[in-house]
């Protein structure tokens, strides 16, 4: 089984202001994870992706993701928002690509994110 | 153009009606999946096929079909549509040798009245 909890539903921050948006997951097996963003009325764009090689992931925008196994955290970060940053962004969890498994992409809840000018 | 495209964008029915949302891709994935979206819950499963002669259930598929037409094209039909599936539904493709890398459309948003 596995499952993910984005623990903030909204954040909100200044324009030029560092961004976290926090991932907590759990999972049987080596998860990959993901990060996608939506803008809106937009679908769903991936941003990052780790799948067991670098714990630190760079993606697209300047965005980057932690994969911390002892916290079982994957938070997204920025250190600089930008006014086209504001969207929603979900976390999620999958089986590890290796397995050979079907999909079982488990989705976050969403967070929305804010930025202020 | 768009790799996956869904028509319609927007659809408003009533109770009872059936609905067809489709989803074309031209990526030249195998695999293709159905999402509904409801805000607060994230995305959730309701079909996925494999390819034109393998199709699944996801999480969510009572009171819906599909029907995966041809390696592009893979439809959703509510076949008495109900107030509770008013949402957003996203068609997304994937690469078989990277599964959990997936596309999505830009969805499909859905009143039931």
């Known amino acids: 089984a596995q499952s993910v909890t984005q623990l903030d539903s909204h954040v909100s921050v200044s324009e030029g202001t560092p961004v976290l948006l926090r991932c907590n997951y759990s999972s049987s097996y080596s998860p990959s994870l993901f990060w996608y963003v939506q803008h809106p009325n937009k679908g769903l764009q991936l941003l990052l992706k780790?799948?067991?090689?670098?714990?630190l992931v760079k993606g697209i925008n300047g965005f980057e993701a932690e994969f911390k196994k002892s916290e079982t955290s994957f938070h997204l970060t920025k250190p600089s928002a930008h006014m086209s940053d504001a969207a929603e962004y979900f976390c999620?969890?999958?089986?590890?690509?290796?397995?050979?498994?079907?999909?079982?992409?488990?989705f976050g809840s969403g967070t929305q994110l804010t930025v202020l000018p | 153009d768009a790799d996956v495209t869904q028509t319609p964008r927007n659809r408003i029915t009533k109770t009872g009606k059936r609905i067809m949302l489709e989803c074309s891709q031209t990526?030249?994935?195998?695999?293709m999946y159905w999402y509904r979206q409801d805000p607060g819950l994230g995305l959730q499963l309701i079909y996925y096929s494999f390819d034109v002669k393998d199709i699944n259930k996801g999480e969510i598929s009572d009171g819906y079909s599909v029907s995966r037409q041809a390696q592009a094209k893979f439809s959703l039909s509510l076949e008495s549509a109900i107030p509770n599936q008013t949402a957003l539904y996203f068609c997304?493709?994937?690469?078989?040798?990277?599964?959990?890398?997936?596309?999505f459309g830009p969805g499909t948003r859905l009143t039931v009245l």
């Open positions: 997304a493709t994937s690469d078989p040798g990277q599964p959990n890398e997936q596309f």
């Open positions: 780790y799948t067991s090689a670098a714990t």
């Open positions: 990526k030249g994935h195998d695999r």
């Open positions: 999620v969890v999958s089986r590890s690509e290796s397995s050979g498994s079907a999909r079982q992409l488990t």
